[in-house]
């Protein structure tokens, strides 16, 4: 729908002038899970200097800051790449990137990994470059991505932070909780 030609949404006509963020697509493709992530990002980032406080994990790209420009023909590419765990294009990318991320923020800081926890395509390759240093929120356990990305609003309108667990040793997989309540509209 974002790269039909004929398409005059205001997200579809500035993709095409160029001027769009990697952030607003994957928020537009993946609605209220992305607009969480990114709330929360937003909410709650406290990366070093020499760090950007939210990279998007993007197919054969590696970790691209939210704020980072795409094209159509970028889009393109990113939609023909693999996501498979052992899928060169996207893993190569993506330890690449972590490992200059790490290198970058030293030995003591934290890395929160808000997307799938109970993927390997996601933890496998970020555990072994970050180890112990990678955390994700421990109420995301037993979530799918809506609930999550409900989970993750509510914390940022609130201002009160997640709890965080390493992913190492961590259960990633677990019952589904109670149903978040409804949002009350102000």
């Given amino acids: 729908m974002l790269l039909r030609s004929d398409a005059t949404f205001e997200l579809a006509e500035r993709l095409r002038g160029g001027s769009v963020s990697i952030g607003e697509v994957y928020t537009f493709i993946s609605g209220l899970y992305f607009r969480g992530k990114m ?44 996501i498979e765990h052992d899928h060169q294009a996207f893993r190569t990318a993506l330890v690449r990137d972590a490992l200059r991320i790490k290198q970058a923020a030293g030995p003591d800081c934290s890395f929160v990994l808000l997307g799938s926890i109970a993927s390997d395509k996601y933890t496998e390759p970020l555990v072994e470059v970050f180890g112990e240093q990678l955390v994700f929120p421990a109420d995301f356990v037993g979530r799918g991505d809506m609930s999550r990305g409900g989970l993750m609003l509510r914390a940022a309108g609130s201002g009160i932070e997640l709890g965080y667990v390493p992913v190492i040793g961590a259960v990633r997989r677990g019952s589904r909780p109670p149903k978040l309540p409804p949002l009350r509209r102000r």
Avoid: C, D, R
């Fill in 39 to 82: 709330a929360y990002a937003e909410a709650f980032a406290n990366a070093p200097n020499a760090v950007h406080s939210a990279m998007i994990i993007v197919p054969g790209q590696g970790l691209v800051p939210s704020e980072a420009p795409v094209t159509s023909q970028q889009l393109t590419t990113i939609g023909s790449v693999s």
